[in-house]
């Protein structure tokens, strides 16, 4: 049982995730892929504490699940992921700090994860992502994977003010201060809200 007040939490692929007040990080469910972070392959149908050694006891301020893997962002910026994003890559039954070597100097503020990719957004209004993107759901003009976060073009959004980041299934949606909603990826149903049901690999408002 979780005896502390929880602000944060998200549900992945038959797996969860929790983040309490004083920034501990529970996991529970389906752990096939390590995405519960406790270092094994069992499921767990109870809150598992992943002890703070494993984020180098920094802050967690955010976290979110994937299809099978999760993934927390820290009070310095850092980003923690473990679980399976990548079919063709390894997966990490315990916490690992991600490369985010292209950020430079910027600072990851908001994490946000689809079924197979994370999007970040940074304090000076930058997207970076990462993960599968063979339905264009990256919004980076092609369907290549991304293994470390790259930046999204901000022309493709208009060089407009970020508000909000959303990953779906195999898609993704930005809303900017001006009201405007731009999406990317599989689009066969119209979750894209276009005029068209043909998957976008750039970014449309």
């Given at each position: 049982?979780?005896?502390?007040?929880?602000?944060?939490?998200?549900?992945?692929?038959?797996?969860?995730?929790?983040?309490?007040?004083?920034?501990?990080?529970?996991?529970m469910g389906k752990n096939e892929c390590g995405q519960l972070g406790s270092g094994?392959?069992?499921?767990?149908?109870?809150?598992?504490?992943?002890?703070?050694?494993?984020?180098?006891?920094?802050?967690?301020?955010?976290?979110?699940?994937?299809?099978?893997?999760?993934?927390?962002?820290?009070?310095?910026?850092?980003?923690?992921?473990?679980?399976?994003?990548?079919?063709?890559?390894?997966?990490?039954?315990?916490?690992?700090?991600?490369?985010?070597?292209?950020?430079?100097?910027?600072?990851?503020?908001?994490?946000?994860?689809?079924?197979?990719?994370?999007?970040?957004?940074?304090?000076?209004?930058?997207?970076?992502?990462?993960?599968?993107?063979?339905?264009?759901?990256?919004?980076?003009?092609?369907?290549?994977?991304?293994?470390?976060?790259?930046?999204?073009?901000?022309?493709?959004?208009?060089?407009?003010?970020?508000?909000?980041?959303?990953?779906?299934?195999?898609?993704?949606?930005?809303?900017?201060?001006?009201?405007?909603?731009?999406?990317?990826g599989e689009n066969k149903s119209g979750n894209l809200g276009l005029v068209t049901?043909?998957?976008q690999i750039n970014f449309n408002v």
């Open positions: 049982m979780i005896r502390e007040k929880i602000i944060d939490a998200c549900g992945g692929h038959k797996h969860s995730i929790v983040l309490t007040q004083s920034g501990k990080v529970h996991c094994d392959e069992i499921n767990k149908n109870f809150p598992f504490l992943i002890e703070p050694k494993w984020f180098n006891n920094e802050k967690i301020i955010q976290v979110k699940a994937g299809a099978d893997f999760c993934v927390a962002l820290t009070e310095c910026g850092n980003i923690y992921m473990w679980g399976l994003i990548l079919e063709q890559f390894d997966f990490y039954e315990r916490p690992k700090k991600i490369n985010l070597m292209n950020l430079k100097n910027d600072h990851a503020t908001v994490i946000e994860a689809g079924k197979n990719d994370l999007l970040i957004l940074t304090k000076n209004n930058k997207i970076y992502c990462c993960g599968y993107n063979g339905f264009g759901e990256l919004g980076i003009g092609n369907v290549r994977s991304q293994s470390i976060p790259i930046m999204i073009d901000t022309e493709t959004y208009n060089n407009e003010k970020v508000v909000k980041i959303s990953a779906g299934y195999r898609y993704t949606m930005l809303l900017t201060h001006t009201g405007n909603v731009y999406s990317c049901l043909i998957q």
